[in-house]
């Protein structure tokens, strides 16, 4: 059994002598153009990024250093006693493109709980915010305190060689994904539980483990299986999403993980990102409200036109980048139709009726590029059928997840040597000059 620590000193030199092998010999090459379109919409296609651990293609989806969702399924180790694979095994497979062996990956969940447990410091702060505060903004406060420990910025002060960032920096990202279990429940139980206690972290037990623990539903093992396999699901999906380019953008100044991934989860909680996921239970309640449990395909078309017509996007729905149902969205419901409670639960009926109206609906509306579920879509039921029906909370667990791909990109990011991002922009009055120039 191999160290977390040992397999990336293994694999680290390949992946440099990779990139600088693409600098000398195709520095100049020419991978796509610059249209007017990308500098005006959102730099939409625009091929301008490195990321390592993931890449998405728009028709089937993502694939974890080329492995798709039912090949980690099937490869990645689970939590003992369980089926599906653990965050552990997922970010050893982004940090190092290697299939952890269920030794090596407990390894890592023992690391992980050893460090677990958060600074007074940051306790403190946490409890003395106002509950109406929305979950979000605490999570990102909760992660920015923590840099106040960061062993990068430390040494960086010291001085170091650039050599040497990406083992400070791994030291920082781990220690931040093992603080954001009991971080997120902090806050789950401040804002909705206050009369709880938190569970102690369980050194035997794996993060998701835990995490459920914390949150008080640690009995609750089919729970606790989903969000093992939301977290790994939704730990990395490519570079250009709002909370992954950030992290990146922020960590290419060195700024330390911890700020930098506070940045990221202000992106992740705007609603066309990683809100939408509240968005979408907040969408299937009031269609609940209105209509009642019996709710018709009719029902739906009808309800989604209104949403509509007055001119707010369905949430759930739609892509910047896929063209086809999101494989993630397919994986969260292959899991409800292995249990029966959850096949008979109205909220999830609901999700699978949406799935069977909304892209006739969306594609005769004619303006999204992609009609089909995203991720967002699927993720809030089971957690809302199981009794955890705060909605506003979902994002926080998105944020959880989000860590294991945003992280790993800014350890390889300092072992690569990237430079500090810095796109050219444009006025509109310069840009019309360059089109006639
Ligand atoms: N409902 C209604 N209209 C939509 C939808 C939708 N679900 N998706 C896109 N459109 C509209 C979009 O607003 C735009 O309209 P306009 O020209 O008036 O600005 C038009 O269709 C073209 O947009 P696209 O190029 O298809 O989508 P884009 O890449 O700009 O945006 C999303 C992608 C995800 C932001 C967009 O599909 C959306 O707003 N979806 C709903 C929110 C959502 O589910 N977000 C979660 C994404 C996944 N995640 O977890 O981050
Ligand atoms: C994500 O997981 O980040 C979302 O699907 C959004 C994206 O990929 O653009």
Redesign the pocket.
């Known amino acids: 059994t191999k160290s977390l620590r040992e397999t990336l000193q293994e694999v680290i030199p390949a992946k440099q002598e990779q990139l600088k092998k693409l600098k000398a010999e195709h520095s100049q090459a020419v991978v796509g153009e610059v249209k007017v379109e990308n500098i005006l919409?959102?730099m939409?296609g625009l091929k301008a990024m490195l990321w390592e651990a993931s890449v998405l293609d728009p028709n089937e989806g993502i694939r974890f250093h080329g492995l798709t969702i039912p090949d980690c399924q099937k490869v990645l180790p689970p939590a003992p006693g369980g089926k599906e694979m653990t965050a552990e095994s997922m970010l050893w497979l982004l940090l190092t493109g290697r299939v952890p062996s269920p030794a090596e990956s407990r390894q890592l969940s023992a690391e992980l709980a050893q460090k677990g447990e958060l600074p007074a410091f940051v306790e403190k702060l946490l409890d003395s915010l106002p509950k109406t505060l929305h979950p979000m903004t605490q999570l990102g406060m909760g992660v920015a305190a923590l840099n106040h420990d960061s062993v990068f910025q430390a040494a960086y002060e010291r001085g170091i060689k650039k050599s040497e960032y990406w083992t400070y920096m791994l030291e920082d990202c781990l220690n931040l994904v093992a603080k954001l279990p009991a971080l997120a429940a902090r806050i789950y139980r401040n804002v909705y539980h206050p009369e709880n206690s938190i569970a102690p972290i369980d050194k035997g037990l794996d993060l998701v483990g835990n995490y459920s623990n914390m949150l008080g539903f640690g009995h609750n093992e089919s729970l606790t299986e989903y969000l093992r396999l939301y977290i790994a699901l939704?730990g990395d999906?490519e570079g250009g999403?709002?909370?992954a380019h950030t992290a990146h953008l922020v960590g290419s100044t060195l700024s330390d993980p911890y700020i930098s991934y506070s940045a990221a989860l202000y992106a992740?909680a705007g609603?066309?990102?990683?809100?939408?996921?509240q968005?979408?239970l907040r969408w299937q309640l009031a269609v609940q409200k209105e209509i009642g449990d019996n709710v018709t395909h009719e029902n739906i078309r009808e309800y989604l036109w209104k949403?509509?017509k007055s001119g707010?996007?369905?949430?759930?729905?739609?892509?910047?980048?896929l063209r086809n149902p999101?494989p993630r969205f397919i994986a969260l419901q292959e899991f409800c139709k292995t249990r029966p409670e959850l096949q008979a639960s109205p909220t999830i009926q609901l999700v699978q009726k949406t799935y069977e109206v909304a892209p006739d609906v969306?594609k005769e509306?004619g303006?999204?590029?992609?009609?089909y579920p995203?991720?967002?879509?699927a993720s809030g039921c089971v957690l809302y059928h199981y009794g955890l029906t705060e909605f506003k909370y979902y994002t926080v667990i998105?944020g959880v997840s989000r860590a294991l791909g945003a992280l790993t990109q800014l350890v390889w990011a300092r072992a690569l040597g990237l430079p500090l991002e810095r796109p050219k922009s444009y006025s509109m009055d310069a840009l019309e000059k360059l089109i006639k120039s």
Not at 367 to 371: D, L
């Open positions: 919409g959102g939409r939704h999906h999403n709002a909370s992740l609603p066309l990102h990683g809100l939408a996921n968005e979408v949403t509509l707010q996007v369905v949430p759930g729905y739609g892509h910047g980048v999101d969306l509306h303006k999204t590029k992609n009609p995203n991720v967002d879509a998105f």
